[in-house]
C-alpha cells in the first residue's frame, strides 16, 4: 500500500478557527445540515494546535457558504463578508491540502 501524497490534517491559524466556529455556531443555529461533526471540531481545535481533518474543514466550508447563502437577505453586508470571507479561507486551505507535496527527485 503506498502512502497519500496529500495532506489528511491542517493546521489553521488560531483566529480562523475561532471565526469559523462562531460562524458554525450560527450555522447550528439555522439548523444546516452537516454543521455537527465541523462545529464541534472547531469547538476543540485549540487542544489540537487548531490541526483538523481535511475532510471537516472542507464540510465546515461548505456549511458556512451555505449559512451565508440562507442569510444573505437578512444579514448586515459586513456580517456577510465576514462569513463567506471565513468559508474562503477555508476552501483555499483545502485546495492547498489537495496539492500533492513537492518531490525532493527531479524530473
Not at 71 to 76: G, K, L, M, S, Y
Amino acid at each position: 500500500m503506498t502512502s497519500s501524497p496529500f495532506q489528511r490534517t491542517i493546521a489553521l491559524p488560531a483566529p480562523v478557527c475561532e471565526q469559523a466556529a462562531q460562524h458554525l455556531e450560527q450555522a447550528a443555529h439555522r439548523a444546516i445540515d452537516g454543521v455537527a461533526i465541523p462545529l464541534k471540531a472547531f469547538r476543540t481545535a485549540a487542544d489540537n494546535d487548531f490541526t483538523l481533518p481535511v475532510s471537516v474543514v472542507e464540510q465546515a466550508a461548505a456549511c458556512l457558504l451555505v449559512l451565508a447563502t440562507e442569510t444573505a437577505q437578512t444579514v448586515r453586508p459586513s456580517a456577510l463578508r465576514a462569513t463567506i470571507s471565513v468559508a474562503l479561507r477555508l476552501r483555499d486551505a483545502v485546495q492547498l491540502a489537495h496539492q500533492p507535496a513537492l518531490s525532493s527527485r527531479f524530473w
